[in-house]
């Protein structure tokens, strides 16, 4: 989760966010380049009186920066094109979470088995403890394996929503009539927090997400406790 002066993106929990911060690194690197590059240039012109009777035009150079530019979103559209179609991929899911955004709590189904299903409420601040968030922490956790291939269905019920894990890359529209698909695999055990991200009303801010990555085995008691 987000901790003081993270100013950054949280440290990824899944293979796919681990290549979107690489992505975004590398993305910043080619911008710092430019910005160098066209500040000093914008500085010189500033500086200097660039004037002479004999250069009428320059067919070399404006060929170079109408060319570089293009090779340059090349590098940027490869990558992130690779990443889009990795994280559309399904991979034979193990698991199955249908996560549904009401106003404004979300409530879950595991659909692979019989009678899984519960809300989740956010813990107001009155019942706050020293071990929870304010604000992210809910009374019932989606509890999933770690290192399986999960699949998310999301939808809505009434507004649009947003369910959203940043640490896991995950962000998915949750609208009302349509189901929406997305996948992931958490790589360590803990506590994943995310918030909806899509104005929803009222009490947008108050209907966070929270999973806890546990070992299967661990998941299997805990399903086993929860269809008794
Ligand atoms: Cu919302």
Redesign the pocket.
Known sequence: MTTWLNMSLQDGASPIMEQLVFFHDHVLMIMLMITTTVSYMMITLIRNKQTSRFMLEGQMIETTWTIAPAIILVFIAMPSLRLLYLMDEVHNPSLTLKAVGHQWYWSYEYSDFTKLEFDSYMIPQEEQQESTFRLLDTDNRIVLPMNSPIRMIVTAADVL??WTIPSLGVKTDATPGRLNQTSFSISRPGILYGQ?S???GAN?SF?PITIESVPAKHFINWVSKMSE
């Open positions: 929503h947003s909806c899509e104005i929803c947008h209907m």
